[in-house]
């Protein structure tokens, strides 16, 4: 490239300060991975960061430095040279975390190979990664590889593609400016056309859904799922009854919801048999 990629504007913004928004809005905790030698950098100096404590390694070393410095907390790992990757495609990834693996990671959809640098590194990760540095090997992807990792197909295609050459800089530009004024034009056009929501009325028929709970509220429901009867009629209305039942105290804020697997606005209707999951955040990386 020539220059920092992470000093790259693509949305208005660095690269690297775009990529912190994204993780900070879905993440308890969010940090900047640095050599030693890039800690005053004035692109990086403004965030919170973590240090390489074995700089020389490449990626690995960022990854195993949060691993140490915060051995209890799950990392979501992301490149900050990947200007397509969209909030969508963490939460889809947060959606399905696998906490018994190593590792969950997207495959690559140019080899179908682990990509490092957008996955969740759980904190079991930290022993394998030692382990594996101390025999000389320093490749994050051929550590997934070897290692249990839950493989997820990426639900956009070019999401992870990175950027390494000016040329591809200024194909990338032109392609998210097209998009960009491609969906304002669009979301324009629907919010034109769209008429005012009539307010939705509470049904008294119970549901039967099923709710399952991970992370934080796994510990919090001492359960990892349930099948309940409930009027809730919206994830929204769902979440505040069971407030009322465990010690939630996440505001839905700072929470995603999916439905069967996709992820759904707080006031979607529900329908009977619907699975439902309350996301929190996981630490960022």
Known sequence: MGRDKAALSYHGRSQLQWTYDLLADICAATFVSVRPDQRDEPTRAGFPRIVDTQPGMGPIAGITAALQQHPKAAWLVVACDLPFITQDVLQHLIAHRDENAVATAYRSAHDNLPEPLCAIWEPSAREPVLAYLATGKQC????????????????????????????????????????????????????????SPEPRARSGTPLRLRVQYYALF?????????????????PDELYRELQARYPFKLAPSQLKVAVNTDFRDWHAPLAAGDTVVFIPPVAGG
């Open 218 to 234: 796994r510990e919090q429901a001492g359960r990892s799922e349930e099948t309940i009867e409930t009027t809730a009629s919206t």
């Open 140 to 195: 994050p992807r051929k550590f997934l590889i070897n290692a249990s990792t839950t493989l997820l197909e990426l639900p956009t295609p070019r999401a992870l593609d990175n950027i390494n050459t000016s040329e591809e800089f200024r194909e990338a530009s032109e392609v998210l400016t097209g998009a960009g004024e491609k969906a304002a034009s669009a979301s324009t056009a629907s919010l034109a056309r769209a008429p």
